[in-house]
């Protein structure tokens, strides 16, 4: 069956970085695009970009460009997510989610930026 | 960017109702690719509909989704208990992907 498993949650101060990987297994991995979606507490979804794991090509929304950066690793099935210059605000749970409407979400990671 | 409205904030209903959830687009929705999720407190949420009309692998019957254009509804046709919780749409036609703030469905 599809899974994808996120790594553990981390605790972070503000100006650093955090780096947030996604192990998938049970389909192809090539075939599905991958996105990350965060979820700030009590509030609702955001798109934080997506990534083609055949090219490795990506596309990030306005308000992250030049923070956030989604690599991948073929021979390990794995997405990851950094971002950068981490402010209080950036303080969520980041899903890894397949596809182009989202069918299969991860456990959900949550970060912490916190002085 | 396409912005997406929900509509009401919140539902308070009773088990047995219906329930009648409406996400408003701020332009056409390419392709009618829009979808509805199910969040519960403490979970990830989980797809229910895809494409405007298309039940995801497992969701029963009871829920439904339709619309085009600009105007689309997710309708429960009758509440379980299982049922209340938060609800979100999304259209993923057109860059960025974007989301609606939510509904939340309560118990009245």
């Known amino acids: 069956q599809v899974q994808l498993v996120q790594s553990r949650a981390e605790v972070k101060k503000p100006g650093a970085s955090v780096k947030v990987s996604c192990e998938t297994s049970g389909y192809s991995f090539t075939n599905y695009y991958m996105h990350w979606v965060r979820q700030a507490p009590g509030q609702g979804l955001e798109w934080m970009g997506m990534?083609?794991?055949?090219?490795?090509?990506?596309s990030y929304p306005h308000n992250l460009q030049g923070r956030v950066t989604m690599t991948r690793d073929t021979s390990t099935r794995t997405v990851y997510m950094e971002l950068s210059s981490l402010r209080s605000e950036d303080t969520a749970v980041y899903y890894c989610?397949?596809?182009?409407?989202?069918?299969?979400w991860g456990q959900g990671t949550l970060v912490t930026v916190s002085s | 960017e396409i912005v997406l409205t929900q509509s009401p904030g919140t539902l308070s209903l009773s088990p047995g109702e219906r329930a009648t959830l409406s996400c408003r687009a701020s332009q056409s929705v390419s392709s009618s690719y829009l979808a509805w999720y199910q969040q519960k407190l403490g979970q990830a949420p989980r797809l229910l509909i895809y494409?405007?009309?298309s039940r995801a692998t497992g969701i029963p019957d009871r829920f439904s989704g339709s619309g085009s254009g600009t105007d689309f509804t997710l309708t429960i046709s009758r509440l379980e208990p299982e049922d209340f919780a938060v609800y979100y749409c999304?259209?993923?036609?057109?860059?960025?992907?974007?989301f609606g703030q939510g509904t939340k469905v309560e118990i009245k």
């Open positions: 494409d405007t009309s």
């Open positions: 999304q259209q993923y036609g057109s860059s960025p992907p974007t």
């Open positions: 989610v397949r596809g182009n409407y989202y069918d299969y």
């Open positions: 990534i083609n794991p055949r090219g490795g090509g990506t």
